[in-house]
């Protein structure tokens, strides 16, 4: 994985914060109406990119794991997983979260995401995929 140091760092930071993609998965393994389901796997050091939730959603943690996430708000958070672990967000209209997640553990981490698509925050007309 690349390093970010100094000034270009926080640039190229910022650039990736402001182009968020609302892809919030490695794999798109399902879509319709109702839900999207995303697969994640992260090798240990890798990093999934910034990435816009607009979609109430939750994910369910495959595997044991550690990561650490950073927000748009400048917000670092570490987080330990279980197999089976699972958080459910949901946004109020016009709310929306920008994150990135790196595997800072020392074995794989992989996730399932499922974003509800009636969700109040659904705009057909952003989509990026």
Excluded at 12 to 38: F, K, P
Excluded at 89 to 107: C, Q
Aim: net charge negative.
């Amino acid at each position: 994985m690349a390093s970010m140091v100094g000034h270009e760092a926080s640039k190229a930071l910022r650039d990736e914060m402001a182009n968020a993609s609302t892809q919030v998965g490695q794999l798109l393994v399902l879509e319709t109406d109702i839900v999207r389901v995303w697969h994640i796997i992260l090798a240990p050091g890798e990093r999934l990119g910034f990435h816009r939730h607009e979609l109430d959603y939750c994910w369910i943690a495959l595997t044991a794991g550690r990561s650490r996430s950073m927000y748009l708000d400048g917000k670092t958070v570490d987080t330990d997983y279980l197999p089976g672990d699972c958080k459910v967000f949901a946004f109020a209209d016009n709310e929306t979260m920008v994150h990135d997640l790196t595997n800072i553990g020392d074995t794989n981490i992989a996730f399932t995401t499922i974003e509800f698509r009636a969700s109040l925050n659904l705009d057909r007309s952003r989509r990026v995929w």
